[in-house]
């Protein structure tokens, strides 16, 4: 077989073929978006130690590489203060390693005793390097893996490599990892859409290819070799997929899909820049509740700040039985790393009530519901615990104890998700120290017992959907009984109140997540009430940000008081 290698080995001609059909990879999805264009490969360096010269000139070189970084990486501060300043800080950490006296004192101690530049770069950085991606800590590996980024970076500039950044129009970059410099001057650059052979979820690259709306794929091993120069090439950042020559029917697809968010992006691009802040200063993190797939694309698109409640018993409806640990970990860490950093609040799974399993309670509202439900089924609640600190290596979770009357049963709740972190690390895990665990305040018993709740809760979430129907006794999902079904009654507000000023005195945040919240006319209400966040469906979130945008907070105040006093709304 001419210019085979092997008895198995591919004709060319039919590899050629081959490598032009279409093609799925899989690998994380790190930004949402729909990318199509041509691979630019991008790889800053080939390290190579250099022979080592004088040291005098040896230090030039050095000198002159952080200057060409320096001059690069400043470039991109100019770019990122316009177009994202929330990533200045990632910026700012990298300037601050290029020029930390520390490294260079090592660095000209190991030219002193005969390295060269490069030599001398990696004796210093490598160990560290090396420690961090050890480490059994996610977070520290992905600081290592972007250490050994920049280093490469550096080798690269000390041959006087300047990336071309012009070819990068229009391309979908694939690279090996790239450091935030490249990645806010290849978006400066009209590249549109990223793949990696490394990173993390938690990884700069991640954060900010999300603060610039790049769709990136990241953690693809084998980017540069199934990906050539010129493939055309379809990143799908929602799902994880790099199509590699797509067909023109998969081509058109996608443009559909890409065509459809860029049209609401654009829309919503500056808008969901900004903060959900009153004219007078009061800001407010608007997160969403997620309870179907869907919403998590919508929660992402319309720049939710983070979900503040999952409501993790749909996997139970979804499926018609409870659902293993592995499946409960596999959803809850995708959800956990899409929105990182932003906090995302699993509510532990509240069943019972109108959402019983088996329909076979016979007053199922005032049942075995919630925590109560929970704690008579302990193995069903420490896989479930087990399954959320699994997932939570990335530190952005929370955990919500639904129906919660008692401070004792918040405190059970508590003791086992102690027990289930030290089974974990027996076994070798690495479970987060803590998580924050918070109730909701959903009964009256939980709104007028909030100061004994806020000794053992991190946070408080406010549902106002239970809260009404509990208040005023009012089944929620009663059709006959919706005139009656009102969230605006004072003894509602009274109670809320209550929680907010319980939070108060012991510093912990609070929010509320009940339909309420995408209700317009609650808005200058519940801004009134002066919580720290209000999570609601994705759809809902930016029409509160508008309206929100427009109100005075001390008016608001003022209009909450006047409601609970008067007990009618004034318009
Ligand atoms: C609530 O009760 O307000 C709430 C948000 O929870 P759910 O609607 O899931 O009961
Ligand atoms: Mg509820």
Redesign the pocket.
């Known amino acids: 077989m001419e210019g085979s290698s092997g008895e198995y080995a591919v004709p060319p001609a039919a590899e050629a073929a081959s490598r032009r059909q279409e093609r799925a990879l899989k690998a994380i999805a790190a930004s949402p978006g729909i990318a199509i264009g041509q691979a630019v490969l991008f790889s800053p360096s080939g390290a190579q130690l250099e022979k080592s010269r004088e040291p005098a000139s040896e230090w030039e070189r050095y000198c002159a590489a952080v200057d060409v970084l320096r001059s690069e990486w400043e470039q991109a501060r100019v770019v990122a203060a316009a177009e994202a300043p929330g990533i200045l800080p990632i910026v700012d950490s990298y300037l601050r390693v290029l020029t930390d006296p520390v490294l260079q004192e090592q660095v000209q101690h190991a030219i002193a005793a005969g390295a060269s530049a490069e030599g001398a770069v990696q004796q210093v950085l490598e160990p560290v390097i090396g420690q961090l991606r050890r480490s059994r800590d996610l977070l520290l590996q992905e600081r290592g893996m972007e250490l050994e980024q920049f280093l490469q970076r550096f080798l690269a500039a000390l041959r006087y490599r300047r990336t071309d950044y012009r070819r990068m129009s229009g391309a979908v970059v694939v690279a090996s990892a790239l450091t935030p410099s490249e990645i806010v001057l290849l978006h400066r650059s009209g590249a549109c859409g990223l793949v990696t052979a490394v990173g993390g979820i938690a990884s700069h690259t991640t954060i900010l290819a999300r603060s610039l709306q790049l769709p990136a794929v990241i953690g693809l091993r084998e980017a540069l070799s199934a990906i050539a120069e010129g493939d055309p090439l379809v990143v799908d950042g929602y799902s994880g997929v790099v199509i590699v020559n797509p067909t023109p029917l998969t081509r058109r697809r996608y443009e559909r899909h890409r065509d459809s968010v860029e049209w609401r992006r654009r829309v919503l691009r500056r808008f969901s820049q900004l903060p959900a802040q009153t004219t007078d200063g009061r800001c407010f993190r608007l997160m969403a509740n997620i309870t179907s797939a869907q919403d998590v694309d919508e929660a992402l698109l319309v720049g939710a700040e983070g979900i503040g409640?999952v409501?993790t018993e749909v996997l139970l409806f979804q499926l018609g039985r409870f659902p293993t640990e592995e499946e409960q970990f596999q959803w809850y860490r995708e959800l956990a790393e899409r929105f990182y950093p932003q906090p995302v609040t699993f509510r532990l799974f509240?069943v019972g009530g109108e959402k019983n399993p088996d329909g076979t309670e016979p007053n199922p509202a005032l049942g075995l519901r919630g925590v109560r439900f929970l704690l008579a089924h302990p193995e069903l609640l420490r896989g479930q615990l087990r399954a959320i600190l699994r997932a939570a290596r990335t530190r952005n979770v929370r955990i919500l104890v639904p129906m919660v009357n008692t401070g004792a049963e918040l405190q059970q709740v508590r003791d086992m998700l102690g027990a289930v972190a030290r089974e974990l690390e027996v076994l070798g895990e690495t479970p987060p120290a803590s998580l924050p665990l918070g109730a909701m305040i959903?009964t009256p018993a939980a709104a007028l017992s909030a100061d004994a709740l806020a000794r053992v809760a991190d946070f408080f979430s406010i549902?106002?959907?239970?809260?009404t129907q509990y208040t005023l006794a009012v089944d929620r999902s009663h059709g006959r009984l919706a005139e009656f079904f009102d969230p605006f009654h004072p003894a509602v507000w009274h109670l809320m109140v209550r929680a907010v000023e319980a939070a108060r005195r012991r510093s912990i945040p609070v929010g509320v997540?009940?339909e309420l919240v995408a209700h317009a006319g609650a808005t200058e209400l519940l801004v009134g009430l002066g919580v720290e966040e209000l999570s609601t469906l994705p759809a809902a979130i930016v029409p509160l940000k508008h309206r929100i945008r427009r109100l005075s907070f001390q008016q608001a105040q003022q209009r909450l008081r006047v409601f609970l006093r008067e007990g009618v709304l004034t318009t």
Do not use: H, S, V
Not at 463 to 467: E, K, Q, S
């Open positions: 409640l409501r509240d959903e549902g106002t959907n239970d809260l997540c009940g």
